[in-house]
């Protein structure tokens, strides 16, 4: 397990970069973390400094958002929160992007645990009594 620290705003691109540089052989990743732990916040910045050039918003209501790196990479954002049943994931196909070669962002995976591939990394925001988010990340 690894801790990264995000103490403000400011450190985001930072903590991001060192997140990447620790997550390098990794694909997939579910993201847990109480409403507004910083999630989507931080994913976003993971994936501008993965090179991602049109990044737009949360997927909240879309469930996913696809975005293109500068070096043609694909990444897909899932956010989860809305799903009612597993069957939803069954409806849209969820094994070409769990499964395919992209890379996965993953928030509010409870509900889809049993369809995670076994490779994926999970990702723990916790906020600590002085508003610092501790990122938690369970790796091999």
Partial sequence: ME???IKSLHDLPAVAKQFNELARGYRRFAFY????SGKTTF???ICRQLGAEDILNSPSF???NEYS???GEIIYHFDLYRI???EELFDIGYEDYFYGDAILFIEWPELAEELLPEDTCKVIIEE???KVRKVKMYTK
Wanted: glycine share 10%.
């Fill in 43 to 45: 994913i976003t910045e």
């Fill in 69 to 71: 790196t500068n070096t």
């Fill in 62 to 64: 879309a469930l996913i």
């Fill in 128 to 130: 600590t009594d002085n």
């Fill in 33 to 36: 973390g109480k409403m507004g």
């Fill in 3 to 5: 801790t990264l620290f």
């Fill in 84 to 86: 009612k049943s597993i």
